[in-house]
């Protein structure tokens, strides 16, 4: 198989093809006794990680993984065909959603951070978890936290790190600082150390030991993982299963009478790539594929542990991914599967596979099921987004970037757009803006994964990128010199996003 990018009539011909997918999907529930009470939902944000666009069948009906549990959810609810992450990598848009705020805001302006990094988000800035946590929600997280640490340090006169950690001690800030009742995590991603556990910001069981290096599948290695310290029993096959069975545990944990809210971080399927035996060959698209197909069941548990607990009818899911698939032109060739869907790029990309993700609401009752939105929304709308759900208006100081996307989610129709623009953004620290069908991008390359990152311009030539998603979806005719006025208009706009500190209406 050639790669070839997607013309106009292909792409609109995907899109209306897991359209008719998706509303066939069916909405029947557990006929479960329902714990519905007149306190506001409960709220169960699920993010996978470097899940693309194109990995669910719900969105690519031509994707070589089985996803049933998310094809059953798009049955059951809405499903966004215009959602996108505020970075293409994963701190950042952790960052963001949990912040309501852009991350190139923070003192993190490009790449992400480790697993000894200090804590990003400052303690005193409100969180979704801590606006919740104060309308009376037991909060949870529960999975991958790559949000920094306080590492409390055996020597004190050294910053914290590989070698200087008391891991005896329970960290300083973490989940328990932002507004989470109760956590459950590994530090950052699954292929940085230190490779443990913390409960509630303990260490469960101390890194004591040293695991090499990991090549890529790809390049015939085991997974992809950094060489350095591990707990004795630290098993990377074993963490998607303990995220999933952490999570029914919390779930089972609580009450009709308190509404809860759960953030699950996945640690799937970035890498390193570890499917259980139980998986693998379930996919087309080898270690990849069957590891998605793993996350998708892993989500289907969870949802099921919701209905079968009677907790389904008053709860709001929300399925997205913190960025698009780290799958290159390389990958989609051997597998002719397409983890980005129809899109330019990839992770880490400023083109539209590094940040456009699967985007999936359920709420019976409330959301009508088997519907889409073509509305453009932003991660960091779930900030606004759950204000709105309890009833607060959120202050200056609060989720400068977050728009209420819940009359989105309620009226599939709508036509009115919700934000008036976007900015995107990727770890090289190249911008972004797209407003309407125009995408302003400042910069030559794709600022990412994909060569070339950057491109000098030419003395006579564009010194950015500038594309009309509607006619050319696939970002292929730069139009920067054919239309200055809209150059202009878009940079003026963004500029004035990143000097005002907010993008929100105040």
């Not at 209420?404 to 953004?425: F, Q, T």
Request: charged share 20%.
């Amino acid at each position: 198989m050639t790669s070839r990018m997607y013309s106009r009539r292909d792409f609109l011909g995907t899109l209306g093809c897991a359209s008719a997918a998706f509303a066939l999907a069916g909405c029947k529930t557990q006929a479960t006794p329902s714990k519905t009470t007149r306190h506001p939902p409960n709220i169960v944000f699920i993010l996978a990680d470097d899940l693309g666009y194109g990995d669910p069948r719900c969105y690519n009906t031509q994707s070589k993984v089985p996803t049933p549990e998310l094809d059953r959810l798009a049955g059951e609810g809405i499903r966004f065909t215009d959602a996108h992450t505020p970075s293409a990598v994963c701190t950042p848009t952790r960052y963001g959603f949990l912040t309501g705020r852009y991350c190139w805001r923070s003192r993190l302006k490009s790449g992400v951070l480790w697993g000894y990094s200090e804590p990003l988000i400052e303690a005193d800035r409100l969180t979704v978890a801590s606006l919740l946590r104060r309308h009376r929600y037991n909060t949870g997280c529960i999975g991958k936290w790559h949000l920094g640490l306080g590492w409390v340090p055996k020597d004190p006169a050294k910053r914290s790190g590989e070698g200087n950690v008391d891991y005896d001690q329970p960290v300083t800030h973490g989940p328990q600082a932002l507004g989470f009742d109760y956590s459950y995590i590994i530090p950052a991603s699954l292929d940085m150390d230190p490779y443990c556990w913390l409960e509630n910001g303990r260490v469960i069981e101390a890194p004591t030991e040293y695991t090499p290096d990991s090549k890529r599948r790809w390049d015939g290695g085991e997974g992809y993982w950094r060489g350095g310290p591990i707990a004795p029993s630290f098993d990377f096959y074993g963490v998607l299963p303990t995220i999933t069975a952490k999570s029914v545990e919390f779930i089972e944990r609580q009450e009709a009478a308190t509404p809860f809210f759960l953030y699950v971080p996945l640690n799937a399927p970035h890498t390193p790539w570890m499917p259980t035996k139980e998986f693998r060959g379930k996919s087309e698209a080898d270690w990849y594929g069957d590891f998605v197909a793993q996350t998708d069941a892993c989500i289907g548990q969870i949802v099921q542990a919701l209905d079968k607990l009677g907790f389904g009818d008053n709860t709001l899911v929300i399925v997205t991914s913190d960025n698009g698939s780290h799958w290159p032109v390389e990958q989609i060739q051997q597998f002719d599967h397409r983890a980005n869907g129809p899109w330019r790029g990839q992770k880490a990309d400023i083109h539209e596979g590094g940040h456009r993700v699967p985007f999936l609401c359920r709420w019976p009752g409330r959301i009508k099921p088997g519907t889409q939105s073509s509305q453009t929304i932003c991660l960091t709308d779930l900030m606004a987004t759950c204000a709105a759900v309890v009833g607060e208006s959120l202050a200056p100081d609060a989720g400068q970037d977050s728009y209420n996307i819940l009359p989105a989610m309620l009226d599939p129709g709508l036509s009115e757009p919700i934000r008036k623009a976007v900015v995107h953004h990727s770890p090289s620290g190249m911008f972004s803006i797209r407003q309407g069908p125009w995408k302003l991008i400042l910069g030559l390359g794709t600022g990412g994964f994909t060569r070339p990152a950057t491109v000098e311009p030419k003395p006579d030539g564009p010194k950015g990128q500038l594309y009309n998603l509607q006619d050319d979806p696939a970002e292929q005719k730069n139009l920067w010199m054919e239309q200055p006025e809209i150059v202009k208009r878009l940079t003026a706009l963004l500029e004035r996003y990143q000097q005002q500190g907010h993008s929100r209406p105040m």
